[in-house]
């Protein structure tokens, strides 16, 4: 691991020795090696967003493992999962499962920035999404009536998800009815015992994606991860009424500023090259102006959600190193060149045990 580690201590692409693992399958965030019914999961520092990986965030999949154990160990009695030892900061052990072809996202709040959001939907005058009934009056941001299971297909790589119902589903045959309504309670008890946690840190758990998978003996079970800032998003309660009176988007603890800083270059993951054009200089200058205030820090993330506190947080950790030297991202560059990852957040960091250190 520490071979494979780029100048800064950030992990992205692995090399060809590391398939002595087992059959590899590269996601956008997690390298995956299979052998002997076992999933070693490396947790890379690749970000993403609209299933585009833009580059990479120091120390952001050694935090994203953190959490997920955490969240698998704190959840493991209301819906069992795959996890199977955590060997290294940035990798899992886990059960080899059967993944469920469906993507369960469950909503609680009207938000979302992409076309296929819950809440594009809406600003369209669309009042059913997923087959669920939506009343009028609702606003951006605004929680709805009750939580709602939304699920969508599991695209391949590289391609789109699609928001569907549980009847478009049930008769493609990517999962029977019975299946899916039970699986719809045990989601939407999850979802709830995350808000309740999550309440007691000070933070909204407004939406999330679970995806599950069946092991050998039957069981359907969590797999890749459940409640991160990858997965979800965050909200901080003490601002969010404010936030809603001034007609203004919640400060958020995730990734959600940089979709909405792509969406304000034109860009929603359709041409990789597209918002690149304009220019890192631009981009860079209006990220200084906006989202500057609600940016994702893995290190701020990690102690809230596992209930830590500090007599002050650190600054804001998210510059994103270039992927490599030849394929960095002059987009992401654009969007988070102004505040390079804190040096009291690095020494932080380097003391939680076990952990790797930058070489």
């Not at 999949?61 to 955590?86: C, E, K, S, Y």
């Not at 000070?202 to 039957?218: A, H, N, S």
Request: glycine residues 10%; contains cysteine; aromatic residues 8%.
């Amino acid at each position: 691991m520490r071979r494979a580690l780029a100048p800064g201590g950030t992990l992205d692409a692995l090399p060809d020795d590391f398939d002595v693992l087992g059959a590899r399958y590269s996601g956008k965030v997690r390298e995956n090696f299979t052998r002997g019914g076992e999933r070693l999961i490396l947790v890379t520092d690749r970000v993403s967003a609209f299933d585009v990986v833009l580059g990479t965030i120091p120390f952001k999949g050694q935090v994203l493992n953190g959490l997920a154990r955490f969240w698998f160990d704190a959840t493991a009695a209301i819906f069992p999962n795959h996890m199977l030892g955590v060997p290294d900061p940035q990798a899992m052990r886990a059960v080899e499962c059967t993944p469920i072809p469906v993507e369960f996202v469950v909503r609680g709040y009207l938000t979302g920035v992409s076309d296929t959001s819950i809440a594009r939907a809406y600003e369209r005058g669309e009042r059913s999404f997923c087959g669920h009934a939506l009343p009028d009056g609702l606003r951006r941001h605004e929680q709805l009536p009750k939580n709602l299971l939304t699920p969508s297909t599991k695209a391949p790589k590289g391609e789109h998800d699609i928001s569907v119902s549980r009847d478009w589903l049930v008769e493609r045959g990517l999962i029977d009815r019975e299946r899916y309504d039970v699986l719809e309670r045990r989601c939407l008890a999850l979802f709830e015992a995350g808000q309740k946690i999550a309440a007691e840190r000070g933070l909204i758990l407004v939406d999330t994606k679970y995806e599950l998978g069946v092991r050998p003996d039957g069981e359907i079970v969590l797999i890749d991860e459940i409640h991160t800032p990858d997965s979800s998003r965050y909200w901080y309660a003490d601002s969010y009424a404010q936030a809603m009176a001034r007609g203004e988007d919640p400060r958020s603890l995730d990734k959600e500023y940089l979709r909405r800083w792509l969406v304000s270059q034109g860009f929603r993951g359709e041409a990789a090259a597209g918002p690149a054009r304009r220019g890192p200089r631009r981009g860079g200058a209006a990220l200084h102006r906006g989202p500057r205030a609600h940016h994702w820090s893995p290190l701020r993330a990690g102690h809230r959600a596992a209930g830590r506190t500090s007599a002050a947080e650190p600054r804001p950790a998210a510059a994103l190193a270039p992927r490599t030297a030849a394929g960095s991202s002059p987009l992401l560059r654009a969007a988070t060149s102004h505040e390079p990852c804190g040096a009291r957040a690095a020494r932080r960091l380097a003391a939680w045990p076990g952990r790797l250190e930058p070489p």
